[in-house]
């Protein structure tokens, strides 16, 4: 451009005669004009370029001259502020279309302050340093970054960061509203940047007293070296890690770190949620330890004591050698949990396990497999005798008194052995062998200890076998009931008869009721049993003459798993039979449960009409409170008291208080078991009401006892 204003200049000078010649001038300004024109193509073309270039930039981008006038801009700036690109205009000043900006309230920062904003907005433009923010009244808000030309004017940026915005305000709000302790870490020197209100109460450090400080300061010394790692951007293996942080007053946490690579005010940093697994871990080692201890004495439990057992099996196969499993029953515990409540009963069971766990040696590890039943893992046993010995001193201290709540309680134990390797192969089967023989041991008479014996195996199933045809006769109905008549003592006619179930097997013949019942009991089958003969009873009844009545036994099993009452109102009313026929006997072990639902029961069953009568009293827990507290009306004493009264006058003088009793509260009273006429006369002599036995009759069938009830006498008093 300049060499076309020279060639121009001198133009000028041969017009106003300069020496030339006219071919000469004439090339010089073609020359002239050919570059001249070649400069402003040039000049269009790298504007053009620069325009182009501009427009495709997604920022939005203004050029200013010297004075701060408009020179360029693209399109993407006239959009972002559309609201004043009707004032862009080359050579229109910034300053200009910023007051009518602020004028129509397209910046919200203005507002109360205008002028201070424009000021110190030209001030930026001025001396363009770091970026700064400016939001729009749309809501936008932009990132505006200014540099000085050389030649003085200036390039403007602008860039749309709302989303970027929301994101961050979305990411504040996440930080600093999350309950879980987050902090920022700078990635160069591990200080913390930022904390959030979870960190600052969790933690007790009061408003910003963490920032600034090295994240050390949460952990132990012996973390120093580790540190790096897990607040960087690839913690590796040290993620999966529980650590331990420290609050301000010292307390130990367990946390698990979580992290993430953040860029925060343009720092790289580390993005830390810190949670306090400390409660979960504790409830872990709780579950943890649970899952091996009994919880309400502390011993290990079943599944323990079955590992212990595989552990010794394991090493018995190694090295040799024996060991031996102990299973140990307390007796007479269900009598002490009865009368004085599960919360005694829990007492004594827990001083129960103190006792045993003092007794073992190291070697021997207890266990209580539930109820009132307790295991001992014995190891290294150098000789049989030695397991008995401990059984011995186990047997002692378990039957030395036991202070509870005040009062004094006298239990038992018994206990079965299983001997390892011979006596079972697994813990399984040695535990089940040790339990075959403490069975068998309360079969005898409890109170001591038992080694198991391959034959018991054939017992069990036995037993098992018993139970499964029990069962298979209730729902068929198959079993039957007999009668044993009651006798007036005084006029020998039958007031009475005792329904008593009895059962012929048919592989096995006459089962006796001595041996079903307690199976019946403790399968859980007691309660269909009772209801069966209750039924039959009541229906057998109806034909008999009006004044006999019958009596049924009940279970104390029975008043635990049902309703008594709807059980006895339904048979009555499915049979017709009239309530003051009926006659109920209950032993005096029922009186060991004090509960009021006992005494709600029998009142119950008084309510309807029948008769209470008290079933083999003086053989258990009997006392004068027991007479005067409960509903009944008969007293049965015993048969043994009855077998040789006649020359027998401790017994004479029993059954004479008895009856004496039973005349002062208007009770009667039946004696069992009768069986010669001596016992008879001595009974008549003292004054009993009733008798029962085989003198009179034994227990009929109900064809067999119709034309014996048409007689009212039994052959032996007729």
């Given at each position: 451009m300049r060499a076309a204003l020279k060639v121009l200049k001198g133009d000028a000078a041969i017009r106003h005669g300069a020496p030339a010649s006219a071919a000469a001038e004439s090339t010089e300004v073609e020359r002239a004009l050919k570059l001249a024109r070649s400069a402003v193509e040039q000049a269009r073309t790298a504007n053009s370029r620069l325009r182009e270039a501009i427009e495709i930039l997604p920022q939005g981008i203004v050029f200013l001259d010297g004075e701060g006038r408009y020179v360029l801009w693209n399109e993407q700036y006239a959009r972002i502020y559309h609201r004043s690109a009707d004032l862009f205009?080359?050579?229109?000043?910034?300053?200009?279309?910023?007051?009518?900006?602020?004028s129509r309230g397209d910046y919200p920062a203005a507002k109360g302050r205008e002028e201070e904003w424009i000021a110190e907005r030209l001030a930026q433009l001025r001396q363009p340093r770091e970026r700064h923010e400016q939001w729009l009244s749309d809501g936008r808000c932009l990132m505006i970054e200014e540099r000085r030309t050389s030649d003085g004017g200036v390039i403007g940026i602008r860039v749309d960061i709302t989303e970027l915005k929301e994101r961050e305000a979305?990411?504040?709000?996440?930080?600093?509203?999350?309950?879980?302790?987050?902090?920022?870490?700078?990635d160069s020197d591990k200080r913390i940047l930022s904390a959030n209100a979870s960190a600052r109460d969790h933690y007790g450090y009061p408003d910003d007293d963490l920032i600034g400080k090295p994240v050390q300061a949460l952990h132990r010394d012996t973390d120093s070296g580790r540190i790096g790692q897990l607040y960087s951007a690839d913690p590796g293996i040290m993620a999966g890690h529980v650590w331990t942080h420290l609050k301000r007053d010292g307390t130990a946490i367990e946390v698990a770190i979580f992290s993430q690579s953040i860029v925060h005010d343009?720092?790289?940093?580390?993005?830390?949620?810190?949670?306090?697994?400390?409660?979960?871990?504790?409830?872990?080692a709780q579950v943890a330890y649970l899952a091996r201890h009994d919880s309400l004495t502390g011993l290990a439990n079943r599944a323990a004591h079955l590992k212990h057992a595989e552990k010794m099996l394991t090493g018995l196969k190694a090295k040799g050698g024996l060991g031996a499993s102990l299973c140990l029953g307390l007796d007479n515990f269900k009598s002490v949990n009865e009368t004085m409540g599960p919360g005694a009963g829990d007492l004594l069971l827990q001083a129960v396990a103190r006792r045993i766990a003092n007794t073992l040696r190291q070697e021997a590890t207890p266990a209580r497999l539930g109820g009132d039943e307790f295991g001992i893992i014995m190891r290294d046993v150098s000789d049989p005798e030695e397991v008995s010995a401990v059984a011995r001193r186990l047997i002692d201290v378990v039957s030395t008194p036991f202070k509870i709540q005040g009062q004094e309680v006298t239990?038992?134990?018994?206990?079965?052995?299983?001997?390892?390797?011979?006596?079972?192969?697994?813990?399984?089967?040695?535990?089940k062998n040790a339990n075959l023989a403490l069975s068998q041991v309360k079969l005898r008479g409890k109170g001591s200890f038992r080694y198991f014996e391959a034959e018991m195996n054939a017992r069990a199933q036995e037993r098992r076998s018993l139970e499964a045809d029990l069962r298979q006769a209730i729902e068929r109905g198959t079993l039957d009931v007999h009668y044993q008549p009651l006798v007036s003592l005084k006029t020998g006619r039958i007031t009475a008869a005792e329904a008593l179930v009895r059962w012929s097997h048919e592989g096995r013949g006459f089962v006796s009721p001595a041996e079903f019942i307690p199976i019946a009991e403790e399968a859980g089958l007691i309660w269909a049993l009772g209801e069966f003969v209750l039924r039959r009873?009541?229906?057998d009844?109806?034909?008999?003459?009006?004044?006999?009545?019958?009596?049924?036994n009940l279970s104390p099993m029975q008043f635990r798993c049902g309703n008594v009452r709807e059980m006895v109102e339904s048979a009555l009313t499915l049979t017709g039979l009239a309530p003051d026929r009926l006659e109920l006997e209950i032993t005096e072990s029922l009186f060991l449960d004090r509960s009021t639902h006992v005494l709600d029961t029998l009142a119950e069953l008084r309510n309807l009409g029948a008769r209470i009568a008290m079933d083999d009293f003086g053989t258990g827990y009997s006392s004068l409170g027991y007479l005067c507290s409960f509903p009944f009306d008969k007293i049965k004493i015993?048969?043994?008291?009855?077998?040789?009264?006649?020359?027998?006058v401790e017994k004479q003088a029993v059954v004479r208080a008895i009856v004496g009793l039973g005349e002062t509260l208007g009770k009667a009273t039946t004696a069992e078991g009768i069986e010669t006429d001596a016992e008879l006369a001595c009974l008549r002599s003292i004054g009993c009401e009733q008798g029962q036995g085989y003198l009179f009759s034994k227990a009929r069938p109900q064809e067999a006892l119709l034309p014996f009830l048409t007689k009212r006498k039994p052959r032996r008093v007729a």
């Open positions: 205009k080359v050579g229109v000043k910034l300053e200009d279309t910023l007051r009518i900006g602020v979305s990411f504040r709000l996440l930080f600093e509203a999350n309950p879980v302790p987050m902090f920022v870490v700078a343009r720092t790289p940093a580390i993005l830390v949620a810190a949670v306090d697994i400390t409660e979960r871990r504790r409830a872990e239990i038992g134990a018994s206990i079965g052995i299983a001997v390892a390797p011979g006596d079972g192969e697994d813990a399984e089967k040695l535990l009873a009541c229906r009844a109806v034909t008999w003459p009006q004044d006999v009545r019958v009596a049924v015993d048969r043994s008291f009855v077998e040789g009264i006649a020359s027998n």
